[in-house]
């Protein structure tokens, strides 16, 4: 009797563990399956970056919508003081204040600054804003000739790219940037 009661509890206990010994694998492999849902993919089309001032306070978003033909840029701003203010593609993803480190204007194409410059302008030149009194806006403009996608006017080159807000107006015209004085705003485009 003893030996039939030792048969029949070994086979017994072999199948109670082995459901508890797939649990862990489970978890793994459901892990894994998750990776490539909680990262940017290589090809994705958008991006946004919040821009901070000086103090860490946020003060603006951005969103970057890639397309066949350019970069659709809409964002928002809040709290950021009344006047024309330009803004621009920097050449280095850091925001680090005063925002020196976010480099001067992305310019893969060698180009003078301004659009009003014969030979501008830079690839991240844009538009200034123009902010109301309440310090907010929402604006939506397009760049033709910058890209998230790999190639030489990528703004996810591999140092990344910010974006830039100034105290004041860009002219389209002064080197190397337009005159448009301190840089109040970062928000850095990277992967
Ligand atoms: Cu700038």
Known sequence: MAHC?????????????????????????????????????????????????????????????????????????????????????????????????AGGHFNPGQKSHGMLDPAGPHAGDMPNLVVPKDGALEFEFFVQGL??????????DADGTAIVLHAKADDYRSQPAGDSGDRIACGAVTR
């Open 5 to 101: 009661s030792f048969d029949v509890n070994v086979p017994g206990t072999m199948a109670f563990r082995a459901p508890l010994a797939l649990v862990p694998l489970l978890v793994v492999l459901s892990a894994r399956a998750a990776t490539p849902d909680a990262g940017p993919e290589p090809s994705e089309p958008g991006t946004t970056t919040v821009l901070k001032d000086a103090h860490g306070a946020t003060v603006g978003r951005v969103m970057l919508t890639d397309t066949p033909h350019g970069l659709l840029v809409r964002g928002s701003l809040i709290g950021v003081p009344r006047g024309t203010h330009a803004i621009h593609f920097h050449e280095t993803g850091k925001c680090e204040p005063p925002f020196k480190t």
């Open 147 to 156: 890209t998230l996608a790999p190639g030489p006017t990528s703004l996810f």
